[in-house]
């Protein structure tokens, strides 16, 4: 079990999209995905408004972190442009921070909600291990490149079907969580080639719809105008 002061919930957002240019500000019905993030962390009643920090090196992602009153961790350019490798470049933050663990929160992915954050944060509060991350459940069949079935057959099944076959889980890149220091040694989360290193917290598909792509963007986007939240 930790310590809660010891825990930070990040988000960490930039403006700089290849795919879908200025996505976090970009008008999304009527709101903006940073908007829709941020609402959901600034209203929580379980996650210490104190210990939320939001990473963003641009002057308007600071500006709308604010109008939430939540904190900005002021984030270098170089690190906004960073694609991941070296992680202390990527996370820079985790030295630079009082805390010795860390929860990373998707801001792109709209349906994500805050009940579910909120039962990863308790979740991860609540674990032994250092490392939890998000996953999808699925059942069904899966082959390698070379077109070998990699999912075990069920037994004294003749077809394909999906009520009998074992249950696999997909990476679900919405929510992480892992201690600080051993992102000085470029590891997050912990070893996923250990079996039981790390804990996987099973979300709903629907939550972890992430926006990478402009179409992603605009089937979210109709999807949040019908009522979908």
Not at 9 to 26: C, D, I, N, T
Not at 72 to 84: H, I, L, P, Q, Y
Not at 117 to 127: A, D, G, R
């Amino acid at each position: 079990m930790k310590n809660r002061k010891d825990v930070c919930v990040v988000v960490q957002a930039r403006m700089g999209s290849e795919r879908v240019p200025g996505k976090m500000l970009k008008p999304f019905a009527d709101t903006t995905i940073m908007d829709i993030c941020l609402e959901k962390l600034a209203k929580s009643k379980v996650i210490p408004k104190e210990n939320i920090l939001i990473s963003v090196w641009e002057e308007e992602l600071k500006d709308t972190t604010k109008n939430h009153g939540l904190n900005v961790f002021n984030r270098s350019k170089e690190s906004a442009f960073s694609e991941g490798t070296p992680m202390t470049t990527m996370y820079e933050w985790w030295n630079k921070v009082d805390y010795k663990y860390c929860i990373l929160v998707n801001a792109c992915a709209p349906f994500m909600k805050i009940e579910t954050i909120e039962k990863f944060y308790e979740s991860y509060v609540n674990s032994k291990e250092n490392g939890m991350f998000g996953v999808i459940e699925k059942k069904n069949y899966f082959w390698d490149k070379t077109g070998k079935l990699i999912t075990e057959w069920p037994s004294g099944q003749a077809v394909m079907n999906t009520k009998y076959v074992g249950k696999t889980y997909e990476a679900a890149h919405c929510l992480y969580a892992g201690k600080l220091d051993k992102i000085g040694d470029e590891i997050w989360m912990g070893d996923f080639s250990k079996a039981g290193d790390i804990n996987l917290f099973p979300m709903e598909e629907v939550e972890v719809l992430d926006i990478d792509y402009q179409w992603e963007f605009d089937m979210c986007e109709k999807l949040y105008k019908g009522g979908m939240r």
